[in-house]
């Protein structure tokens, strides 16, 4: 086989590499028996909003199945393979029932966990209902989206319930917008705290009020977690340091810092205002499903617009389809940025640099995982109950510390380091104790400059 061109080497060579190269199908594929498909399917994940869930059946694809989502007479939610098991007609056009769905083809009755109540057209002592079920997953219905889990049922977790799914006064509002492209894309953005430099700042102008300082280039510190990655991204500006914590739990969880927050006094552990998971639909495309947070602490700016959040919509700059192409050329986002790079990135044809440090951590903590499952290991899924929820970390600290004149981003990076040391010494305590800790631990710590 001829050796592999990766890169062009010289001028006006693109034929060097005119030729396509294979994509790192280990990652990126997620289809049922892919490695990474079956990475995915030990978590429960995102798959509709509940607004969605009306008087039919909605026929949806996640991880490369097709399936279909309901709401039945009940009140419980369904999620089932698309097909009948009968003769593969498909359900979307079935017809929701008291307990689960009819097939429109024989009328064969499924509930919602994909028992067969009923195949009518066969003798009354037909054996194929207590034979064979329809294919079903469970759901977990909360705060407007719909979970699931698609795994084997015996490695199935509990629904972890998140710190952040309900911090005091925050509203979350339910929001998913498609792209189409491989999901890692979207959340290798999520990973990569030196885009907003160029993108939202040197080469657009800024695109986020409050945040102007992004056209700084961050000092950034990661922190591998038994389940993610945990990153800030920290920036002077005049005697304050503005120190962005970043959360990416596997597989697809991102929490960043705040959207609209007055960043110009010190404040101590403000939490996140974006709660996202990017959830493949098939190798191609992805869905993210989230919640915007609202609450008058942590977002004073009050620039957020709940009316701008929901299905196809959020309320900043560059996060969805639905723009001109003179506006996606002339001010690009990051919706852009990651469908760009082709339904399926080729990394092989990437040359990375010490700015790609979050990406390839997060690549790698993938890989892990992935051959984990493969080799037959249990790996880490997040864990948590609402009286003792799963810890993240996502927000702005910010505090006054008048500049190093030797090595400021040494002692930037110093600073940022002591902190994340607090948040998570602070893991040993839960809700408000918590919080009180992390202020102390600051407040104690870099003294009154707080
Ligand atoms: S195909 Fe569904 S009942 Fe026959
Ligand atoms: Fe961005």
Redesign the pocket.
């Known amino acids: 086989m001829a050796k592999e061109t990766r890169w062009a080497r010289r001028p006006y060579d693109g034929h060097a590499i005119n030729q396509p190269l294979e994509p790192d199908y280990e990652l990126l594929q997620v289809g049922p028996g892919t490695p990474g498909g079956e990475f995915f399917r030990r978590f429960w994940q995102p798959v509709a909003m509940t607004d969605q869930l009306g008087e039919k059946p909605v026929a949806i694809r996640i991880l490369g199945e097709d399936l279909v989502i309901f709401r039945d007479l009940s009140g419980r939610v369904g999620l089932l393979h698309k097909h ?6 498909s ?1 979307e056009f ?1 017809r929701i029932e008291q307990n689960g769905i009819r ?6 009755h499924f509930d919602i966990d994909g028992t067969i109540l009923e ?1 009518p057209g066969e003798p009354e002592d037909s054996e194929i209902r207590h034979t064979i079920c329809q294919g079903a997953y469970p759901t977990h219905e909360f705060k407007g989206l719909v979970f699931a889990y698609m795994g084997p049922p015996e490695k199935q977790p509990a629904f972890p319930h998140y710190d952040s799914m309900d911090l005091p006064d925050h509203d979350l509002v339910p929001y998913s917008i498609h792209s189409p492209c491989n999901w890692l894309q979207e959340s290798e953005n999520s990973m990569d705290p030196f885009h907003s430099v160029f993108l939202h700042g040197r080469v657009n102008g800024p695109q986020f009020p409050g945040l102007e300082h992004f056209v700084a280039l961050p000092v950034v510190a990661y922190h591998t977690r038994p389940e993610g990655i945990v990153y800030s991204h920290s920036r002077r500006r005049d005697d304050l340091i503005l120190i962005r914590f970043h959360d990416h739990f596997l597989p697809s969880l991102a929490q960043n810092g705040g959207m609209f927050q007055v960043l110009s006094e010190p404040k101590t552990f403000s939490r996140t205002s974006l709660t996202k998971w990017v959830v493949p639909v098939d190798d191609n495309n992805s869905r993210k499903f989230g919640w915007r947070h609202f609450n008058d602490k942590d977002e004073v700016l009050r620039q957020g617009n709940r009316d701008e959040v929901g299905w196809e919509a959020v309320d900043f700059y560059g996060q969805t389809a639905h723009r001109s192409y003179e506006e996606m050329q002339n001010n690009p986002g990051d919706w852009e940025a990651w469908t760009g790079q082709g339904p399926m990135n080729i990394h092989r044809r990437e040359y990375l640099g010490v700015t790609d440090e979050g990406v390839a951590l997060l690549r790698d903590k993938l890989r892990q995982g992935i051959r984990a499952v493969a080799n037959g290991e249990d790996i880490a899924v997040p864990q948590g109950t609402p009286k003792k929820p799963f810890h993240t970390y996502g927000g702005d600290t910010v505090l006054r510390i008048p500049k190093d004149n030797q090595d400021d981003r040494a002692m930037i990076d110093r600073v940022q380091r002591a902190v994340a040391d607090i948040y998570f010494a602070g893991d040993a305590y839960e809700g408000e104790d918590r919080t009180e800790f992390i202020r102390r631990g600051v407040a104690e710590k870099f003294g009154s400059a707080t």
């Open positions: 009948c098991t009968h003769r593969r007609a359900l079935g097939c429109c083809y024989h009328g064969w195949t």
